[in-house]
């Protein structure tokens, strides 16, 4: 019985030592951004491989995502007489909700797993000690230019995914079930609203590319020197990113969205 | 790190596409629904309006001229309802407000039925005739009231 509670102890320090450190990592990550050097050119690297490799991926994931949305929508409202609001139903399920969250999960998937695997084998390869001994921050060539990108990066890829699918959506609805291009498009426009659906949409984008950011990041430089500790960084990034873009969204909606 | 002509233009390039989506989303998209020129805006008051939402459209003979920018209450407990119109749409001071529906079940908007006055209102006056909207329920159930009220009459005097 002591020895359960014991475990409950250690194991409840053990996670808020690890928000602590995960704290005054953020904490470095913004010193190192506010201080020079500042390192544009790692930052458009990054740019390049976080977001350019991404657009395929994001392209063609939300072309499907949107096709999909209208063939289920569409055989949904047929029954009511409501096709006309095809528009609106795979507008607002992309803007509000799918196009930040999916794009966040396959950006941990796709750039997030890189980062933390990348940053991970520089540890177990003393890469970062290498750094340090010429007096070379790891925190400002490493780290914040990939922490950064990825904050970037987010929003302008859930607008590119949301997108291409109101163009997928469009495709089924007016092309293949006859819906009317007119009316697709106008309750389309009719039913987004800037402020309640496109702001949020674009908000929750950033904060996902905070999270996706830094916990990639930290779980790569705090991973263990070891193979096994970078495959353990890799899929502890995957999981716990996934996690908090889940239930960030859920507190993001409820206080933001309507 | 060493400049790389390729690279540098397929990021360049990253970002103007986002930039273009997040801009076609925000001004396209969810932008305001009325594109046209505004400015002119003038109120009414009414009785009830429905499912009325702030941005509906307001038309005369099913041409889109304006829209709702605001509603609230008045000091009378009235619903006031801004709109927000085309300047050069002159509009007659005995003209109509009424709050229509699209369809059977579909969204309000307002419908203006121009007066034949030569007056004309001027900016923040008020549109005095109108019409509130019809509440579908309410309907049903004064119909159900009224066929069910000449049964009862019918069984008293047995």
Redesign the interface.
Same mark, same amino acid.
């Given at each position: 019985m002591n020895r359960t509670i014991q475990d409950l102890g250690f194991l409840v320090l053990r996670f808020v030592a690890d928000l602590g450190r995960l704290g005054l990592f953020t904490l470095g990550v913004l010193r190192a951004l506010v201080t020079p050097p500042v390192r544009i050119r790692l930052f458009v690297d990054e740019l390049f491989k976080l977001g350019v490799l991404s657009l395929i991926i994001i392209g063609v994931s939300g072309l499907a995502v949107g096709m999909v949305l209208s063939l289920q929508g569409y055989n949904t409202l047929v029954r009511f007489g409501a096709e006309q609001s095809l528009g609106a139903v795979v507008g607002l399920a992309l803007i509000r909700e799918l196009g930040p969250v999916l794009t966040a999960l396959l950006a941990t998937g796709r750039a997030g797993s890189a980062t933390a695997a990348e940053i991970g084998t520089m540890v177990a390869t003393e890469q970062l000690d290498g750094l340090r001994m010429m007096s070379v921050d790891p925190m400002d060539l490493v780290v914040t230019p990939k922490a950064l990108a990825m904050v970037a990066v987010m929003p302008l890829l859930a607008a590119i995914f949301i997108c291409s699918g109101l163009f997928g959506g469009y495709l089924v609805g007016v092309k293949l079930m006859g819906v009317d291009g007119g009316a697709y498009m106008s309750s389309l426009e009719n039913a987004v609203d800037f402020r309640d659906d496109v702001a949020v949409s674009l908000l929750k984008a950033l904060v996902f590319g905070v999270l996706v950011g830094l916990i990639a990041t930290y779980r790569g430089f705090s991973s263990a020197p070891t193979s096994a500790g970078v495959s353990s960084a890799t899929t502890s990034t995957v999981v716990v990113a996934s996690v908090s873009i889940l239930i960030v969204d859920y507190f993001i909606t409820a206080l933001w969205g309507v | 790190?060493h400049?790389s002509p390729v /690279?540098?233009l397929?990021?360049g390039?990253?970002?103007l596409?986002?930039?273009g989506?997040?801009a076609?989303?925000?001004i396209?998209?969810?932008?305001v629904?009325y594109n046209g020129p505004r400015g002119f805006h003038v109120h009414a008051g009414f009785d009830e309006i429905g499912g009325l939402k702030a /941005?509906a459209p307001v038309v005369i003979s099913g041409v889109k001229i304006g829209q709702v920018s605001s509603i609230g209450l008045d000091d009378r407990y009235r619903a006031r309802v801004e709109l927000d119109l085309d300047p050069s749409v002159k509009i007659p001071t005995d003209t109509t407000a009424s709050i229509v529906t699209a369809g059977l079940l579909g969204?309000r908007y307002i419908s203006l039925q121009l007066g034949g006055d030569d007056q004309f209102l001027k900016p923040g006056e008020e549109i005095s005739f109108t019409e509130s909207a019809v509440i579908l329920e309410r309907m049903i159930g004064k119909l159900v009231h009224n066929t069910d009220l000449p049964k009862e009459e019918q069984r008293k005097p047995e």
């Open positions: - | 790190m400049r /690279r540098d397929l990021v390039l990253f970002v596409i986002g930039l989506a997040v076609y989303l925000s396209s998209v969810g932008g629904t /941005r969204d």
